[in-house]
């Protein structure tokens, strides 16, 4: 198990911005890919990024052009910087590696 805390959520209109991180003491990156998820309210958590050990990364089409995953290996944390930010964007975002999950951080985008 791989303890994982992720920060940087809130509150934000649309079209703003927001960056989270997720960072896992001790834990070296290259080890596994790393990955973003979220949940909205009442609905099936969905994948939303991806990072490599390589570096390469990946995304789904809701977030492409809008949302940017990188990684820091001297820090362990990975990031996700996330622009021009939707209502739909609204949910529970958690990081997973290595078969773990991060408690998530919420981020709110109001109209």
């Known amino acids: 198990q791989v303890k994982l805390v992720e920060e940087g959520g809130g509150s934000v209109q649309a079209g703003g911005s927001l960056r989270l991180s997720c960072t896992a003491p001790?834990?070296?990156?290259?080890?596994?890919?790393m990955a973003w998820y979220r949940q909205a309210a009442g609905k099936q958590r969905e994948w939303v990024s991806s990072?490599?050990?390589?570096?390469?990364?990946t995304y789904t089409d809701s977030v492409k052009g809008r949302f940017t995953i990188s990684k820091d290996k001297a820090k362990d944390t990975v990031y996700l910087q996330m622009n021009n930010l939707k209502p739909e964007d609204t949910a529970m975002y958690s990081c997973?590696?290595?078969?773990?999950w991060g408690r998530g951080t919420q981020v709110t985008v109001s109209s």
């Open positions: 997973y590696t290595c078969r773990s």
């Open positions: 001790g834990f070296t990156s290259d080890k596994c890919g």
């Open positions: 990072i490599s050990t390589y570096g390469s990364t």
